[in-house]
């Protein structure tokens, strides 16, 4: 993801103007929504061995193939949504969005919730200040794998309810991250980012758009010190929407996670779900005003590896969307 320079006139004016807990059962008596930090890390540690999961390297088939086999197991109905789309050459890029269902839209009360992250890995450490480093894969513990392994615990537990009232399906977005590197002398465009996002959304998403009540994207969601403030598209878009999942990180004593700052618009997987699928979503993603790029130090470099990752961060945003979705 990147923060969008191009739109921000346009959005400006449109815009507004750890508490860890056990993985037993005993959280079942309290007010906390079940959801294991645990689990959610193992879940990162996977992806992590399988190696950086660059789009057409076979750490990004092997990755895709065990999110599959993980859906399922969790009792999901699994959907492959293949394609290609044109890459920052304008040569074409091969597409595999990963779509698990949860809940039985015709049993279903409700319309359902989109839950998504990507789980490709940035081929370029754009970021790193020695030119020779910035063509090292980016690890992607943060930026890819965090946001994919708290979805994954959302989806075990889903997997042991035994009636789901509101449908569910996560997405796991590929090649979200392969826009423009910066070693690259020709052309940047803006829509070389989110590219399983966009084939979604313009595929997939206009047979299914008028089922979905909202979505969620989590991106980058396991630093120690994240900062989640409200980034301005989905502020734009769908505000009802991420003022109910900001007021709940509150309630449940998260808000210093998810803090009142108005962020940049962020082209992010969200922004394709909101402008070309119609579907009100919000971006959880860790944007941090002190730093030039605003993102986060390790954000585009080797650096974003396990030692960034906290279960205490994972725990509360994990507990966020469980309660969201509830
Ligand atoms: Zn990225």
């Not at 790029?293 to 030692?307: A, E, I, K, V, Y």
Request: with cysteine.
């Amino acid at each position: 993801m990147r923060k969008s320079f191009f739109r921000l006139g346009v959005l400006g004016i449109l815009g507004v103007l750890g508490i860890l807990v056990s993985c037993n059962k005993q959280q079942a008596v309290t007010a906390r929504p079940s959801f294991c930090a645990d689990s959610a890390y193992v879940y990162i540690e996977k992806q992590m061995a399988f190696g950086p999961r660059v789009p057409n390297s076979a750490s990004h088939t092997q990755c895709a193939v065990w999110l599959i086999e993980q859906l399922r197991a969790f009792g999901a109905e699994v959907e492959l949504q293949k394609g290609f789309m044109p890459d920052y050459r304008g040569n074409n890029q091969q597409i595999f969005n990963i779509i698990g269902h949860f809940g039985a839209p015709e049993q279903a009360s409700r319309a359902r919730i989109l839950l998504g992250a990507h789980y490709d890995c940035r081929p370029w450490c754009d970021e790193e200040p020695n030119y020779e480093d910035r063509f090292y894969n980016v690890p992607g513990a943060n930026d890819g794998a965090s946001g994919v392994g708290v979805l994954l615990e959302v989806a075990r537990q889903l997997g042991m309810r035994d009636t789901i009232l509101t449908p569910v399906d996560i997405i796991f977005f590929d090649v979200e991250d392969m826009g423009t590197p910066r070693v690259y002398t020709g052309e940047e465009r803006e829509d070389t980012w989110c590219l399983g996002s966009q084939l979604w959304a313009t595929s997939y998403a206009k047979i299914n758009a008028p089922t979905y009540q909202f979505g969620i994207v989590l991106d980058m969601v396991g630093a120690p010190d994240a900062s989640f403030p409200r980034e301005m598209y989905s502020t734009t878009y769908a505000a009802n929407y991420q003022q109910q999942i900001w007021n709940t990180a509150e309630k449940l004593g998260y808000g210093t996670y998810f803090n009142n700052q108005q962020s940049y618009p962020i082209t992010d997987d969200h922004y394709y779900v909101n402008y070309l699928a119609g579907i009100p979503c919000v971006d959880v993603i860790h944007y941090d005003i002190r730093n030039a790029t605003g993102f986060p130090r390790w954000w585009h470099t080797r650096n974003d590896n396990l030692s960034n990752i906290s279960k205490s961060t994972l725990q509360a945003v994990g507990e966020v969307v469980m309660s969201t979705i509830k």
